[in-house]
């Protein structure tokens, strides 16, 4: 699980956390954010204008604030 909410993020780097499966990353600056190689990951909390880019089979539930 990792929570780095109201950071100031403008980018997030996952490549080194395949066993995450929760993300909380609400009130940063984040525009984007790739989840491909978490292959654990099961849910996603963002803001509304972050765009997941995500591998085509893989299914993570993403609650937007």
Excluded: A, F, G, H
Excluded at 20 to 42: A, F, I
């Amino acid at each position: 699980k990792l929570e780095c909410n109201k950071n100031q993020l403008t980018e997030l780097d996952l490549s080194s956390v395949p066993r995450l499966t929760n993300l909380w990353c609400n009130e940063n600056q984040l525009t984007e954010l790739d989840v491909r190689n978490c292959p654990s990951l099961k849910r996603v909390s963002c803001d509304r204008d972050v765009k997941i880019i995500k591998n085509p089979d893989q299914y993570v539930k993403v609650t937007r604030r």
